[in-house]
Structures are given as structure tokens and as C-alpha cells.
């Protein structure tokens, strides 16, 4: 039998945790708090492909989400578009742009490409801070319009965005979780424990990892248009390197490589942040070791020592019935 949390059972139970979450909390504070966390949890479920399952460390992922979200900034601002509209095309942008420097950055392996793409997120960076008649520059984009009715359901209230927002991580998920358990996810798993081993199989090494890094970088794109048009303001800060660490942070202690892990990381870290902040600029200080327990003492994650835990209790069940 399926333990709970990998059984559909449990992500039923997830899943209705999330739907009545707004009954309990009553508190829009807290709505605005949780619905961040499921944007940048879709972000790093899509870090979480290329890095934990490909294998290449992308340190441009926030830069990618500021694609999508200035693409969204940019159309409904000032060009008149609607969000569902510019919605559409900025994931297509997104992507686009992924293949691009993808089969530029992919050629390289290792420390190699993350530092290739440490210097894209950086250039995205610049470029969106100083091309003040395309990004509004430093002063960024005011104004962008809330997501439109769709049908008699009008998105204008926190609690209507929360429920957008867990819609579209839900279909992130059950997206994901499809991609990973193909084909598809066992050769970016491949590719990820060997490149040789994988391109000896047959695997086209720069086709299959393109794909991911396209696919992953969707995922960010689709982040940022929600992200802007849930906060209606976006400036040259959502494209900063330190997203993508933070991002990277969820993965690490949620389970590096599993499904459940970016998602557990994404939507308990920021929560641990804001019960710190009563310590106000002491509350790193608390929050560092923490972490760096959690690295040493949990390497491989929450989920993925869970899993590990129960693979070797399984394999000691196994011995005992031999």
C-alpha cells in the first residue's frame, strides 16, 4: 500500500487543506501570505525540473519569472491588452526565450552552466532596470489590472485570487506530476545521474534537456503573470538572484528531485519567516541555523529521507520474509 502522502488519497487531503484554509484563517493578511506562497511554489516546481531532476542548477529561474510577469506588465499597461490575453502569450515568450539561451547555456556541464546562467539572470536583471522605454526601469509598472471575470466569477477580491492562484498550482501539479512519472521524467532522470550512461542508451542529451529547461522556465513564466497580477506592480526586485536562492532553499528542505518537496518547502518556509519577524532583523540569526541543521542532519530533505526511510524499511521487511 501507498504511504498517505505519495497516495492520491493524500493529495486529496492536501488538497482540501487548501480549499478550506481560507475558512479558518478569516484573515486576508494571511490569504495574501499563503497565495504568494503558491506562486513562487509553481516557480520552484519548475526549478525543481531542471535541477532536481535534469540535473543543471538554472540560476536565472528568477529572471525568467520577471519575463513573464513584465510581459504581463507590459501588454495590459501599455498596449491595452487583457490579462487573460497577455496571460497566454507570456508563457509562450517565456518559453521561447528558454530555448534560446538553453542551447546556448546547455552545452556546458556542471558549475559551468550554473555560472553561465548566473550571468543571463544578471543581464535580465540590468536590462529590465535600465531600459526605462520598454520596463519603466527603477520605477517599475504600476497599475497592472487584476485578472479578469471569467464568466459570473470575478477575481477582485483576496479570496477570489487565492482560489485562482491554488487553481493554477493545482493544474502546475497535476502537470508535473504527469511529466515526471512518463517516459519523458525517467530520461531526465537519465540524463541526470549520467550523461553518458544516458546518451549511450540512445537519449538525445541537448534535445531532452532543452525541453526541460524550456518546460521549467514555462513554469516560472507562469509564476510571474499571476504574481503580477496579484500584487498590480511589478519592479526590476522580481528578477534579484536572491528569489532564485530562496527558491532553491525550498527544494533543498523540502526534498531536492521529488514532487512533494519544492511544494512543502514553498508553503512552509515563508510561514517559519513570518513567525520570526517578531525578532525583526534577529529572526536570520535564528532562521540560518536552522537551516544549516536541516542541510546537515537532513540532506537529502523532508521528503526525500522519508522516502529513503521507508525504501529501507521496506528492503528490511523484505530480508525478514525471505
Not at 519548475?46 to 513573464?68: D, K, P, W
Not at 556546458?108 to 543581464?123: A, R
Not at 492562484?165 to 530520461?187: D, E, N
Request: contains cysteine; neutral net charge.
Amino acid at each position: 500500500m501507498k504511504a498517505p502522502l505519495t497516495s492520491q488519497l493524500g493529495w486529496g487531503l492536501l488538497l482540501a487543506a487548501a480549499l478550506v484554509f481560507p475558512l479558518v484563517t478569516g484573515n486576508d493578511y494571511h490569504l495574501t501570505v499563503m497565495s504568494t506562497a503558491y506562486i513562487f511554489a509553481i516557480a520552484t516546481v519548475g526549478l525543481n525540473l531542471i535541477t532536481g531532476y535534469t540535473g543543471q542548477f538554472n540560476l536565472a529561474h528568477s529572471g525568467f519569472m520577471a519575463v513573464g510577469a513584465y510581459t504581463v506588465g507590459i501588454l495590459t499597461v501599455d498596449h491595452g491588452w487583457s490579462f487573460w490575453a497577455a496571460f497566454a502569450l507570456s508563457g509562450v515568450v517565456t518559453a521561447a526565450l528558454g530555448y534560446f539561451i538553453g542551447i546556448l547555456s546547455l552545452r556546458l556541464k556542471g558549475h559551468y552552466f550554473s555560472i553561465f546562467t548566473l550571468c543571463v539572470g544578471y543581464i535580465m536583471f540590468l536590462v529590465i532596470e535600465k531600459w526605462d522605454g520598454l520596463t519603466h526601469g527603477t520605477v517599475g509598472i504600476m497599475g497592472i489590472p487584476a485578472p479578469g471575470p471569467i464568466g459570473g466569477l470575478a477575481f477582485d477580491t483576496p479570496l477570489a485570487l487565492y482560489y485562482l492562484v491554488l487553481f493554477w498550482l493545482v493544474v502546475g501539479m497535476w502537470a508535473m506530476r504527469r511529466i515526471t512519472r512518463s517516459l519523458l521524467g525517467r530520461t531526465f532522470e537519465a540524463i541526470r545521474n549520467s550523461d553518458e550512461l544516458a546518451e549511450a542508451l540512445g537519449i538525445n542529451l541537448m534535445r531532452n534537456k532543452t525541453l526541460a529547461f524550456m518546460l521549467s522556465v514555462f513554469y516560472a513564466g507562469m509564476a510571474g503573470d499571476l504574481y503580477a497580477g496579484f500584487v498590480r506592480f511589478i519592479g526590476p526586485g522580481v528578477a534579484g538572484v536572491e528569489h532564485t536562492f530562496d527558491m532553491t532553499m525550498y527544494m533543498l528542505v523540502g526534498g531536492l528531485g521529488t514532487l512533494l518537496g519544492p511544494l512543502l518547502g514553498a508553503l512552509t518556509l515563508p510561514w517559519l519567516t513570518q513567525y520570526l519577524q517578531f525578532l525583526q532583523e534577529y529572526r536570520f540569526i535564528v532562521f540560518g541555523p536552522i537551516l544549516v541543521l536541516l542541510v546537515i542532519f537532513v540532506p537529502h530533505g523532508i521528503v526525500g529521507s522519508w522516502q529513503s526511510w521507508r525504501a529501507r524499511r521496506a528492503a528490511a521487511e523484505g530480508q525478514r520474509h525471505a
